[in-house]
């Protein structure tokens, strides 16, 4: 089943080409096995992606690891974040590594995995990177709830309030709505990602209280009527390919 399912994932990763679109790869594994799981990602993974990207197959991998906020939490998510290349065809087979090779992978990545998901992103908004450039260490991701009346005038808010990226602090921002998951059952609809070069930025972002002026509270006030942050992760870039 587990094979099925890993075959699956990667079916829907590799094969879905729009253009504008990443897809979200969220895999669990348990805290004993962390270690082992990065080494082997970034020594077999890694390497296939950037064989891909230099096929012309793929334009960006990302491997990131999302801080923990449970305490004892007994597992660590790690999210992988792949844009194809929406002129190619499809994934071509490896010439750096053997079918044996990659199997082995396979059953040891399997071993490990405790459980995974794909969101389907389409990106409707980015200021300071591109698919195609290296990320920086550090981002915020913040799982918007939003009326589905209120999707146009939400999507016209954040293009508008993303521009000032930089005066908030920002290396990069970006902004996606969800495509896999489609009506109100769902807790989020769209995601906003803060881009920052450190931790420390982040806390420092979080640690200022700012006296608001009339102009910026009724700002505010009208975000807050638009949409809800359903949760927010904080995620360490472990590894990058382009």
């Not at 994932?9 to 590799?14: D, E, K, T």
């Not at 799981?37 to 077999?44: D, F, G, L, Q, T």
């Not at 071993?111 to 550090?138: F, Q, T």
Request: glycine content about 6%; overall charge positive.
């Amino acid at each position: 089943m587990k094979k099925i399912l890993y075959i699956f994932l990667l079916s829907v990763i590799f094969n879905y080409t729009y253009s504008q679109t990443a897809y979200m790869h969220y895999v669990t594994v348990k805290n004993s096995d962390v270690n082992e799981h990065i080494e082997a990602e970034k020594r077999v993974h890694s390497r296939l992606h950037k064989e891909q990207i230099d096929k012309g197959n793929k334009t960006g991998w990302d491997m990131w690891r999302i801080s923990s906020n449970s305490y004892g939490e007994p597992t660590t998510t790690f999210l992988y974040v792949h844009f194809n290349n929406p002129d190619a065809n499809n994934e071509t087979p490896s010439s750096i590594f053997s079918a044996h090779e990659i199997e082995t992978h396979r059953k040891g990545y399997q071993s490990r995995v405790v459980k995974e998901g794909v969101l389907v992103l389409g990106v409707k908004a980015s200021y300071g990177i591109k698919p195609g450039d290296m990320p920086p260490k550090n981002l915020v991701i913040n799982y918007m709830n939003v009326d589905f009346l209120k999707n146009y005038e939400y999507e016209q808010m954040e293009k508008n309030a993303g521009k000032s990226y930089r005066q908030n602090g920002r290396a990069a921002w970006g902004f996606g709505k969800i495509l896999n998951r489609f009506g109100s059952s769902h807790n989020a609809q769209y995601l906003t990602f803060d881009f920052y070069n450190s931790m420390d930025e982040i806390m420092n972002a979080r640690m200022a209280t700012n006296k608001l002026s009339k102009n910026q509270m009724a700002t505010f006030k009208k975000y807050e009527s638009l949409r809800t942050i359903h949760n927010t992760h904080i995620l360490t870039l472990i590894a990058a390919e382009r």
